[in-house]
Every structure is written in C-alpha cells, then in structure tokens.
T-cell receptor, first 113, second 114 residues
Framework: DAGITQSPRHKVTETGTPVTLRCHQT?????MYWYRQDPGHGLRLIHY???????DKGEVSDGYSVSRSKTEDFLLTLESATSSQTSVYFC????????????FGQGTRLTVV | AQSVTQLGSHVSVSEGALVLLRCNYS??????LFWYVQYPNQGLQLLLK??????LVKGINGFEAEFKKSETSFHLTKPSAHMSDAAEYFC????????????FGKGTLLTVNP
C-alpha cells in the first residue's frame, strides 16, 4: 500500500462542532485529494491540493475547508458539522507526472449526531 | 468537463461466468481512464489504467478493459468470475492536459453467486 495514513479512522461528533480529519503521506506526491463516499453517489471530490498552500474546491466543497502547510499533510475541516456530512471520507494522493493514478487511504467514517 | 457513467449499479453473475462492467466516458481531450475496486470496509485499490499506450489493458486478478474511442467506452471484463471478485467497482477519469482531478462514476456492485 502507498504510504497514506488517515486519522482518525472513526469519529462520532455532535451537530455544530468543528471536526478536523488528517491525511499524512510518506510518498512525497504533489497532489492530494479529499473525497466523500455516500451510497448511490460514488466518490465526490471535496477539495484538492496541488502543492503546499495551493488548494482548490471540488464539486461538494460547501461546509468544508482544507489546509496544506507541508507536503505530507492535508487537513480537512468541517467548520460546523451537520448530519448531511455523515459519510466516509477518503484521502488520495497522485503524482504530478506519469499516469496520474491516485492512491487511497483506508478512509475515515464520520458520524454526526 | 470530464465525466464517466457506469451502466448498472448492481451486477449479479454466477461463479465461473463472464463479468462485464460498463463504463462510458466524456472528455474533450484524450483521457486517462482507471478502474478501481473496493472491498467492504476498505479503501480503493487500482485494478488497471489506460494511458494511451495500448487499447487493451490488463490488470490485477485477471481483469482487463478495452478502450474504444469510437464508442467512448472502457468496459471492464473478466472471463470467469470468482467468489472473491464480489466487491464494488468504480470507473474514473482524470480527463487530460493539466487536469489531474479524478472524477468517479457512481460505482457498480458485483455479486457473485455460487
């Protein structure tokens, strides 16, 4: 497996609280991504990063923010968690050259009650 | 913008039968195409990838896919299903050019019956 670690792996939080999920890579890949997976929707891109401090929005970015202060770490923050953000969150990484495939972490299951 | 459409959210086959999972893409530039597999409670694993080197791509676990530009398709096949193939399969594209974002289809759940 590619060196990608997501933490925590499971979290239950209350509506209205902020939550931060962490993705750590040891591969020195330039691109990092946050996806959410929901039944019937596949994986949807929340935010991505193409370098330190360089980030951009995906298709479902409302209610989420990200930060990347180091190549190896990409943080996803739910500013004020809502029940609609209950989901499984996946971090992925990819090269900036070559065949562009992404490698995925094991996921974080977040439940907002 | 690039996109992929997976036909059939659920496919059921018998053990030993042909597996065919369908994916059509939409892209304004030559695409990069991928198939991923997800086993229960796990992350996604790359099965195979198309990068224009060859139209027939072989992947892991006996799977292969054929890129057909005229049909804008990249269907995944396996001649003989095994019980261990039961999983969810996702088609994805990164478009091309300067676009590195992966866009996924909604997934196809493969069930293999004994």
């Amino acid at each position: 497996d590619a060196g990608i670690t997501q933490s925590p792996r499971h979290k239950v939080t209350e509506t209205g609280t902020p939550v931060t999920l962490r993705c750590h890579q040891t591969e020195n890949h330039r691109y990092m991504y946050w996806y959410r997976q929901d039944p019937g929707h596949g994986l949807r891109l929340i935010h991505y990063s193409y370098g330190v401090k360089d980030t951009d929005k995906g298709e479902v970015s409302d209610g989420y923010s990200v930060s990347r202060s180091k190549t190896e770490d990409f943080l996803l923050t739910l500013e004020s968690a809502t029940s609609s953000q209950t989901s499984v969150y996946f971090c992925a990484i990819s090269h900036s050259t070559g065949t562009r495939e992404a490698f995925f972490g094991q996921g974080t299951r977040l439940t907002v009650v | 913008a690039q996109s992929v459409t997976q036909l059939g959210s659920h496919v059921s086959v018998s053990e030993g039968a042909l597996v065919l999972l369908r994916c059509n893409y939409s892209s304004s530039v030559p695409p990069y195409l991928f198939w991923y597999v997800q086993y229960p409670n796990q992350g996604l694993q790359l099965l195979l990838k198309y990068t224009s080197a060859a139209t027939l791509v072989k992947g892991i676990n006996g799977f292969e896919a054929e890129f057909k530009k005229s049909e804008t398709s990249f269907h995944l096949t396996k001649p003989s299903a095994h019980m261990s193939d039961a999983a969810e399969y996702f088609c994805a594209t990164s478009g091309g050019g300067s676009n590195y974002k992966l866009t996924f289809g909604k997934g196809t759940l493969l069930t293999v019956n004994p």
